[in-house]
């Protein structure tokens, strides 16, 4: 304002009377360019210096009356705001996790078996002392290293070989059956149960 009013009096009070119209405004518009570009420049630099806020989101921190806290991206009274940069990545790789071995098949079970070789079921034996003779076998494999008797439903006696010899047996119906066990006394097979008779001769006939 102040170079225009100047401008005006030098046209006033010129020697001339008037300086060339001309020459006035042309040095206006020089000036106006010189200003334009002045605030351009300080414009560029103000933008230069002044940070995106696209780059970050605020969210603010609410403490409620009893001591609930709340995240919002929306302003509120006694807010407080918590800056976060648009980068950030709340994410964590898992670990990659072996998967587990395959399972080992269970061993197939030994099959333990145990016949009775003699005597026949439901056979008759006569004997007037009482003796008889249980022989045992295993059948397969594998073999069990104990034999166990089972007369009259408990246990007679256990050995390696199978056979079982016995005597002062009474006269009358006698069940038995054999087992197979191992080193510990566990019963690994048995044989079917069987009943034999034992007859013995009476004193009064030889009377």
Not at 130 to 159: H, V
Not at 161 to 167: A, N, Q
């Amino acid at each position: 304002m102040m170079r225009y009013m100047c401008l005006t009096s030098l046209l006033l009070i010129s020697s001339n009377g008037v300086l060339p119209l001309q020459a006035a405004m042309l040095s206006l518009e020089q000036d106006n360019s010189q200003q334009e570009t002045q605030t351009n420049e300080t414009e560029r630099d103000a933008e230069a210096t002044t940070p995106l806020s696209s780059s970050t989101t605020t969210i603010y921190k609410v403490v409620g009356e009893d001591g609930s806290i709340t995240f919002t991206d929306k302003p509120q009274k006694n807010a407080e705001p918590l800056a976060f940069d648009d980068k950030t990545q709340n994410v964590v790789t898992a670990a990659k996790v072996p998967p587990p071995p395959p399972l080992k098949p269970d061993a197939p079970k030994p099959n333990y078996r145990v016949v009775i070789k003699s005597p026949a079921p439901e056979a008759t034996i006569r004997n007037n002392l009482g003796e008889l003779t249980i022989s045992a076998a295993q059948t397969g494999a594998p073999k069990a290293p104990t034999y166990r008797l089972i007369f009259d439903n408990a246990p007679f006696a256990s050995n390696s070989s199978g056979v079982f010899k016995l005597s002062g047996v009474h006269r009358g119906a006698h069940t038995y059956k054999v087992e197979l066990t191992n080193n510990t006394g566990k019963t690994l097979a048995s044989s079917p149960e069987q009943t034999l008779y034992l007859h013995q001769a009476s004193a009064l006939i030889n009377n």
